[in-house]
């Protein structure tokens, strides 16, 4: 039986029966890579009309944006820089220098806020009482995004920083769940004396 890659139709391998020509679809390495890469890929520039330039505390210079469609979303332990989100975790950081090294521009966009959903009541009209039947309306939800244009030793320290804190989370995540199964043992190690 011969294994080939269901995109790119490329012979990954044979398995045994070998007379049986039949063909089992998979995916090949190549294609997996580039479908990581392409789930990776993300907008972090948002378009002028839909965000506001702001000074921070820091001096940095960026733009706080409303992400649509255009903008990208990332979670609390990510970054997008330049087109990409990256997980800032120790691991990932020579991946992380080795994409700023590929970038010729000295300085990258870095959408270093995590995406933050606020849910907004649908705006009241008159004075009149709702009627008990009707049904409650849907909030309307509005995604904020920020982004700075710094340069890549700036990108650098904010992965740093963001992994030192993904650590931090993680070990009190873990101390936690440790307190937790030691109370968890001292009531069955209770329970079994009696």
């Known amino acids: 039986m011969k294994i080939v890659c269901s995109i790119c139709k490329k012979s990954i391998a044979e398995q045994a029966p070998y007379k049986d020509q039949s063909i089992i679809q998979a995916k090949c390495t190549d294609c997996i890579n580039k479908a990581k890469e392409m789930l990776s890929r993300i907008n972090t520039s948002p378009p ?82 709702k009627k008990k039947t009707e049904e409650p309306s849907e909030k309307e ?28 989370l993680v070990e009190v995540l873990a101390g936690v769940l440790h307190r937790e199964w030691q109370a968890e043992q001292a009531g069955k190690d209770v329970k079994d004396k009696t």
């Not at 700075?148 to 992965?159: E, H, N, P, Q, R």
Request: glycine share 8%; charged share 35%; hydrophobic share 30%.
């Open 141 to 168: 939800t509005i995604t904020y995004n920020c982004t700075v244009t710094v340069s890549k030793d700036d990108a650098l320290s904010m992965f740093d920083e963001k992994s030192k804190t993904m650590k931090e």
């Open 48 to 129: 002028p009309e839909k965000s506001r330039l702001e000074t921070y505390a820091n001096g940095l210079t960026g733009r706080i944006s409303i992400a649509g469609e255009e903008t990208g979303k990332i979670s609390f332990g990510e970054l997008g820089v330049s087109g990409r989100k990256f997980e800032c975790f120790k691991d990932n950081r020579d991946e992380f220098c080795n994409y700023l090294a590929g970038i010729d521009s000295p300085e990258v966009d870095v959408m270093f806020i995590h995406s933050l959903d606020i849910k907004i009541d649908p705006a009241t009209r008159g004075r009149r009482k």
